[in-house]
């Protein structure tokens, strides 16, 4: 079975731009979360997805915003790119949400932005 | 709130010897506690789970991981190490109040030969 996929693996943007990051999760997965990975603050929590609907955010400005299509697969957008954005995302699947805890994560491979 | 803590930013352990990486949590109500591995240029790659059972749990590529309750730690450990456990390796937790990953800081495993 395939992993979650992420594209594009990198990217570098300058401040005020936007972009869109895409994660296709591993079939039959329902639940996409994404988090933010910095060598300052380490793995953080963006948002969370589950049959279309954001059922959890993390502490991140408006900025952030992302989506889940009907077939699982997610995109996460960032506004007015700042050099605090520079960051590995990562998307990560589960398969089940109403399981709660016991679901385990499976993670892409990641994106790396770059903001210049 | 929830917390992990990773005491260690790197762990030095000669090939053939055994290896410890610590993990302490903080979690209302049941914890569910993961360790993962992250190689170079990679995202994070899963190696066990603690959900309920068995205090001992055990994953792949012969890592283990004792929960124990009382302390509130979840270390993770391997009998032998090898110069390919070399990476960086994250404690997370979260409970049933949903899917939200908690991590800790990352520590790094060096294996010398």
């Known amino acids: 079975k395939a992993g979650v996929t992420q594209t594009p693996r990198y990217l570098i943007k300058t401040r005020g731009q936007q972009v869109t990051l895409s994660c296709s999760p591993i079939?039959?997965?329902?639940?996409v979360s994404w988090y933010q990975q910095t060598p300052g603050q380490g793995l953080q929590f963006l948002f969370e997805y589950f049959s279309e609907t954001q059922r959890n955010k993390g502490n991140f400005p408006g900025r952030f915003s992302g989506r889940q299509f009907s077939n699982s697969r997610s995109e996460m957008n960032v506004s007015t790119l700042e050099l605090g954005d520079s960051a590995l995302y990562l998307c990560?699947?589960?398969?089940?949400?109403?399981?709660?805890?016991?679901?385990?994560?499976?993670f892409g491979p990641g994106t790396r932005l770059t903001v210049l | 709130a929830q917390s992990v803590a990773q005491p260690e930013d790197q762990v030095n352990v000669a090939e053939g010897n055994p290896l410890t990486v610590k993990c302490t949590y903080s979690?209302?109500?049941?914890?569910?506690l993961f360790w993962y591995v992250q190689y170079p240029n990679r995202g994070l790659q899963f190696l066990l789970k603690?959900?309920?059972?068995?205090?001992l749990v055990k994953g792949s590529y012969g890592f283990e991981a004792e929960f124990n309750k009382s302390q509130t730690s979840f270390h993770l450990k391997k009998p032998s190490a090898l110069v390919s456990d070399s990476a960086l390796y994250f404690c997370a937790a979260k409970n049933n109040a949903g899917n939200m990953l908690t991590f800790g800081g990352g520590t790094r495993l060096m294996v010398k030969p």
């Open positions: 603690y959900i309920t059972g068995d205090n």
């Open positions: 079939s039959g997965h329902r639940s």
């Open positions: 990560a699947s589960s398969l089940f949400f109403q399981r709660g805890g016991q679901d385990t994560q499976y």
């Open positions: 979690v209302s109500g049941n914890p569910y």
